[in-house]
């Protein structure tokens, strides 16, 4: 019994998919990595709302690679200002994303870490001191108090991403795809003292 | 059926919404691909899209393809020329796309290769070594430095320190050098930099460094593409404790280093990053590329099995047309589907059908008005008194209405298509009436016409005959038809009218004469009889009594004739037959009969019968005297009288047969024993059964003459027992009374 030409080209695109999706398949023997918001607060330092907190911060094998072969990685911190209200739903008053690039140099054979924001920069020997210096936020200036409503209260919540938005578009397909890239922690949420 | 619309509706709008769908995925994909800000919010859109164009399409496939190996499998029309054209327009499909897909991936993939060879990748591994190689050269000597400034404020005294620090600093062209003390204050520092400028607390890693008494050299990456080399040595030995802790210096590298070092870096890192980016560069692309080739694969095959469809569409509806047409139906119509030769063909086939159906309705009408002609032609036949046969060629019988059956004795009806002379071979009547007419067919007349005698058992029959030569046709040979009548009781008729005729003139013009010739005569015996002499008186005593007796004779004749040519009305009455039958019979034995035994047999319980009561017993009168005089002489005459039931065309009649052992008729005789003036008796007047006869037609009756198988007359009168039953007899018998059956 022969295939019809179009049982043949059928089973061919099956393959094809078949291919491509395992292609796409995680090896779940790698490090996948995560980012957990461990602690978090604010404090009113001269009229403006400091924060500090402590990240856990641990990349995949993915992200490692990808790093150590010179792709930046963004790390994002998204803030969010919440201002609670008793008969309707509560309502983010202010945002804030703090982007923080972390970049492998070969010539210095130094980690680099570039907050975005204010185009400052530091540069470590190893990963790890990159990334421990990456996870110990302290005194960022969140928001001036001063724009908050006096009377209101407020709820503050912390989440950490790996953000993909900067690549080329080959890349963000994979990376669609891939868990490894998927590295975002919970939101970490605390009441705003005032 | 309803549901064929939907489903083609259905398939459309499926079929539609594929195409869209992937029209909208790849301009969307060709978006994405110029712009990858719009990427994260379009990609789940396109990603979705995909997946819905491909299920629509695929599942469009799917059902496409099930039907047409359905209809394939029972062999609907137009099937295998579907699945050619598919399988063509699915390979002129697939092919190309699978050619240019497959180059497009060769092209893909070695365009991407080529972006990396070795000769770049080695050039960039020993720019970036050689670039270290010349920066750890400056950073060896600016340890060595660092090491010499340390070693040399150790000789100086703690209130120098800050002097000799400037000044070593501007001779090893350090931007800052800073010395830590134990518990990391700064002891002292001098750097180039504003005043009032901290200098920046060596970091841990320097910390650990010096904790383990290790000199510490990096190169610090910084802003703008600059960098500096930082240094640390431990301070503090055992001479000058109070200076234990570290001697950190930075220094600029050159500006022109630095920018070709970040150069060589960031190429490097580039480079790094767009080898990186192969793998992902060829997934994706091969992955995109796979997509649409699937998606224009899919629609491909679809737009194959529409266009297929409706290209096969028209020839479909023109096989079942065909089919329709094959089977009869000429009222099918296609629908035109365009202005094409395909759709050209379906209006010729349109015409075509038009022009067939007209044709047939035409040629029913023309067979109907033919058939009604055939019938009514039939229904004339069959009430015909004619008989009418047509014959094939080769005289086989073709139709023969009923009257010719009758006429012939023998039924035709039931043997048409049989061989007209075999049939006669059964048939006395026919065979004379076969060998008439194959004279003339011998002869070669196309027409003749002639009056036939036929003879047979009971009597002669005589018929008129006429044959023609039908016109023939393509399905049938010439031959022709017959048509004769049975004039045998018309010309009986005639013969009858003519001699009632002689009666009446009989009885006026001869009888009136009579009676002065016998008072003549009577007259001239008084008067001479006496007076003359006595030889003369006896010849003339003998005269007139010859004339007396004679013209008493002719009297009786006259009178005779008078009753013949007499013909009242009817008095009809019930009576009982087998009655008056025993009182004529009665009446015969009592008188002398010259010792003729007399016989009457009547049937038990025989009803009365509606007759003229005074003529049946004239007709038994008659014929027991006829038979009386005809057994005149006949030593052991015997007379016998049947009165029974009989039917006779269906209808109930009274049978009075008698019988006697005479001489009975002769065979010229027997054909004219009911004409005036025939008899076989020397004292007869001829008159006697002629007037039983004209009593019985009266009646509508029937009556028969023949010889019995024993010798002797036999006469058999059939008379109808009822006036429903006269009537009857009348419609059935050919002629409807104008003419009465007879057989003689």
């Known amino acids: 019994m022969t295939a019809s030409p179009t049982f043949r080209i059928a089973a061919a695109l099956a393959l094809l998919v078949a291919l491509g999706a395992a292609a796409l398949a995680q090896d779940n023997r790698e490090r996948q990595g995560y980012f957990n918001v461990r602690s978090a607060d604010t404090r009113l330092v001269d009229g403006v709302q400091v924060l500090d907190a402590r990240l856990q911060l641990v990349l995949s094998d993915e992200a490692l690679a990808a790093l150590n072969s010179g792709v930046p990685l963004i790390i994002e911190l998204r803030l969010e200002v919440i201002r609670m209200r008793r008969f309707m739903p509560d309502a983010v008053d202010a945002e804030l994303d703090v982007r923080y690039e972390l970049e492998y140099r070969p010539l210095s054979q130094r980690y680099i870490v570039r907050n975005l924001n204010s185009a400052d920069q530091d540069s470590f020997a190893t990963l790890y001191a990159a990334l421990n210096s990456l996870g110990r936020i302290e005194s960022l200036p969140v928001v001036d108090d001063s724009i908050l409503e006096a009377d209101a209260r407020y709820r503050m919540r912390l989440q950490a991403l790996l953000s993909t938005q900067q690549y080329p578009a080959p890349l963000r397909i994979l990376f669609f795809w891939r868990d490894q890239w998927q590295l975002r922690s919970d939101w970490f949420e605390w009441r705003l003292d005032r | 059926m309803a549901t064929r619309p939907l489903k083609r509706l259905l398939y459309g709008t499926l079929g539609a919404l594929g195409v869209a769908l992937t029209l909208v995925a790849l301009f969307l994909l060709s978006r994405t691909a110029q712009d990858s800000q719009e990427f994260d919010r379009l990609y789940v859109y396109i990603l979705l899209i995909n997946v819905a164009g491909v299920l629509v399409l695929f599942a469009l496939f799917v059902g496409n393809l099930a039907r047409l190996f359905r209809e394939y499998r029972t062999h609907v029309p137009g099937s295998k020329l579907k699945a050619r054209m598919v399988g063509m327009f699915v390979g002129l499909a697939v092919v190309p796309l699978l050619v240019v897909f497959y180059f497009s991936m060769q092209f893909i993939n070695r365009g991407i290769d080529t972006w990396f060879n070795v000769d770049v990748e080695a050039g960039l591994d020993d720019a970036l070594a050689l670039s270290r190689a010349a920066l750890e050269l400056q950073m060896r000597e600016h340890l060595q430095s660092t090491t010499a400034i340390a070693e040399h404020l150790e000789q100086v005294s703690y209130g120098q320190i800050i002097f000799e620090l400037s000044n070593l600093r501007r001779q090893a062209g350090a931007s800052e050098i800073t010395l830590y003390g134990r518990s990391r204050q700064i002891i002292a520092t001098s750097s180039d930099l504003a005043a009032g400028a901290v200098p920046e607390a060596p970091s841990d890693e320097v910390l650990l460094q010096i904790q383990q008494a290790r000199p510490y050299v990096r190169l610090f990456p910084l802003q703008e593409g600059r960098y500096e080399i930082r240094t640390a040595v431990p301070m503090g030995s055992r001479n000058r404790p109070e200076l234990a802790g570290l001697l950190q210096a930075r220094f600029p590298v050159p500006e022109r280093i630095s920018r070709m070092a970040d150069s060589v870096d960031s190429s490097y890192s580039d480079y790094k990053l767009a080898e990186y980016l192969r793998e992902p560069l060829k997934r994706t692309f091969t992955m995109t590329l796979s997509v649409v080739l699937l998606l224009s694969l899919l629609a491909s095959i679809y737009g194959a099995f529409v266009l297929t469809r409706r290209m096969v569409a028209p020839i479909q509806d023109l096989v079942a047309g065909t089919r329709a047409v094959a089977k009869g139906d000429f009222d099918m119509r296609l629908p035109a589907p365009s202005r094409d030769e395909i759709g050209f063909l379906i209006s010729s086939f349109n015409d075509m059908t038009q022009r067939l159906s007209t044709a047939r309705r035409q040629a029913s009408l023309s067979q109907a008005l033919v058939e009604a002609e055939r019938a009514n032609l039939e229904v004339i036949l069959a009430r015909l008194s004619t008989g009418v046969v047509s014959l094939e060629s080769d005289l086989r019988i073709r139709t023969a209405n009923q009257a010719a059956g009758a006429i012939l004795n023998v039924d035709l009806e039931n043997r048409v298509g049989e061989y007209l002379p075999e049939v006669a071979k059964d048939a006395p009547l026919l065979e004379q009436f076969v060998d008439v ?91 001479y009889l006496r007076s003359m002499p006595a030889d003369e008186a006896q010849i003339l005593d003998r005269a007139t009594h010859t004339i007396v007796q004679q013209v008493e004779a002719m009297k009786e004749m006259v009178n005779a004739f008078s009753e013949y040519a007499r013909a009242p009305d009817l008095d009809i009455n019930h009576f009982d037959l087998a009655r008056l039958a025993h009182e004529v019979v009665d009446l015969y034995r009592s008188q002398e009969t010259g010792g003729i035994e007399l016989g009457l047999e009547t049937e038990p319980g025989l009803p009365e019968i509606e007759a003229d009561q005074g003529r049946v017993r004239q007709m038994l009168h008659n014929l027991l005297r006829n038979a009386v005089e005809a057994l005149d002489g006949t030593a052991g005459g015997r007379i016998d009288v049947h009165v029974q039931r009989a039917r006779y065309l269906d209808t109930d009649v009274a049978e009075i047969t008698v019988a006697d052992n005479g001489p009975g008729f002769n065979a010229v005789a027997l054909s004219q024993v009911f004409d005036p003036y025939v008899t076989t008796k020397p004292k007869g007047t001829g008159l006697g059964l002629a007037i039983v006869k004209k009593l019985v037609e009266e009646h509508a009756g029937i009556i028969e003459a023949e010889n019995g198988e024993d010798g002797g007359a036999v006469i058999r009168i059939r008379l109808p027992v009822s006036e429903a039953a006269r009537e009857a007899i009348i419609a059935r018998m050919p002629g409807r009374g104008e003419k009465r059956r007879e057989r003689a």
């Open chain 2, 437 to 527: 007419a194959r004279v003339h067919l011998d002869a070669g007349d196309r027409e003749w016409r002639e009056q036939i005698v036929l003879r047979g058992e009971v009597g002669r029959r005589v018929l008129t005959c006429a044959c023609t030569t039908l016109p023939g046709d393509e399905d049938h040979d010439p031959g022709f038809v017959v048509v004769f009548d049975d004039i045998t009781a018309l010309l009986q008729a005639q013969r009858d009218a003519a001699w009632g005729e002689v009666a009446r003139r009989l009885a006026h013009e001869i009888k009136n004469p009579l009676t002065p010739i016998q008072l003549s005569a009577e007259r001239l015996r008084r008067k």
